[in-house]
């Protein structure tokens, strides 16, 4: 009986290691410590889809340079492949892949992280994509089916969040963007939740207060 079992990396925990060839030579989980690292996997080179998901990372790479972060993705495809595919791209859409794109023929990363789901394909991986924080820390994932894209600004707006969150010490609410009022964590003693309406913060109720930064 095959043993269709999916691993799943965990949130908040240090993402897994890996050392992949890529498009860009040999790469290691740890070449990006002390940086943000986006990674993410695509079913197939040469399909359309993929295509624009690329594009769309692409043309975003110095947006995502300017949180210090990089990006890095992957297919269960071989170098060639992926080299043959982001000259395809630059020529025909005129769009330069410059990020590396893992080689992972023989699925040791993309089982590591999930990316191959029984459900979907034995041999391709999902639209998984990863961030993964300064300390090698998994901080968000999500998971798209093969046929539909994704948000590339979305995960901008994550990014963003993430770093906001850390560097303040706040949550942010639905669709937060950069400038809106931030959430204030709730109290965690009745003395506090009865102090809250006090603190100066834009106050609803004691478990819901906002701040602008």
Same mark, same amino acid.
């Given at each position: 009986?095959?043993?269709?079992?999916?691993?799943?990396?965990?949130?908040?925990?240090?993402?897994?290691?890996?050392?992949?060839?890529?498009?860009?030579?040999?790469?290691?989980?740890?070449?990006?410590?002390?940086?943000?690292?986006?990674?993410?996997?695509?079913?197939?080179?040469?399909?359309?889809?993929?295509?624009?998901?690329?594009?769309?990372?692409?043309?975003?790479?110095?947006?995502?340079?300017?949180?210090?972060?990089?990006?890095?993705?992957?297919?269960?495809?071989?170098?060639?492949?992926?080299?043959?595919?982001?000259?395809?791209?630059?020529?025909?859409?005129?769009?330069?892949?410059?990020?590396?794109?893992?080689?992972?023929?023989?699925?040791?990363?993309?089982?590591?992280?999930?990316?191959?789901?029984?459900?979907?394909?034995?041999?391709?991986?999902?639209?998984? !994509?990863?961030?993964?924080?300064?300390?090698?820390?998994?901080?968000?994932?999500?998971?798209?089916?093969?046929?539909?894209?994704?948000?590339?600004?979305?995960?901008?707006?994550?990014?963003?969040?993430?770093? !906001?969150?850390?560097?303040?010490?706040?949550?942010?609410?639905?669709?937060?963007?950069?400038?809106?009022?931030?959430?204030?964590?709730?109290?965690?003693?009745?003395?506090?939740?009865?102090?809250?309406?006090?603190?100066?913060?834009?106050?609803?109720?004691?478990?819901?207060?906002?701040?602008?930064?």
């Amino acid at each position: 009986m095959t043993d269709t079992t999916v691993t799943f990396p965990q949130l908040n925990k240090p993402a897994p290691a890996f050392n992949a060839k890529t498009t860009h030579g040999m790469k290691t989980l740890e070449d990006y410590k002390g940086k943000w690292l986006v990674l993410f996997s695509h079913p197939a080179d040469f399909t359309p889809v993929c295509t624009t998901e690329f594009m769309g990372f692409a043309t975003r790479a110095d947006q995502f340079a300017a949180l210090n972060c990089e990006l890095l993705g992957l297919s269960i495809d071989s170098v060639h492949s992926h080299i043959a595919w982001a000259r395809s791209i630059e020529q025909n859409f005129g769009v330069k892949i410059t990020f590396p794109i893992i080689a992972d023929l023989s699925m040791e990363v993309a089982k590591a992280y999930g990316m191959i789901q029984p459900g979907a394909s034995d041999t391709a991986a999902v639209r998984a !994509t990863f961030i993964i924080d300064p300390n090698g820390i998994l901080r968000a994932m999500v998971y798209y089916p093969m046929s539909n894209g994704r948000s590339i600004d979305e995960f901008l707006r994550v990014l963003k969040a993430l770093q !906001t969150s850390d560097e303040h010490k706040v949550a942010t609410p639905e669709n937060w963007q950069p400038g809106n009022d931030v959430i204030v964590p709730p109290p965690a003693t009745m003395d506090d939740a009865e102090a809250r309406k006090g603190q100066g913060y834009n106050y609803v109720d004691w478990y819901y207060s906002t701040k602008s930064l």
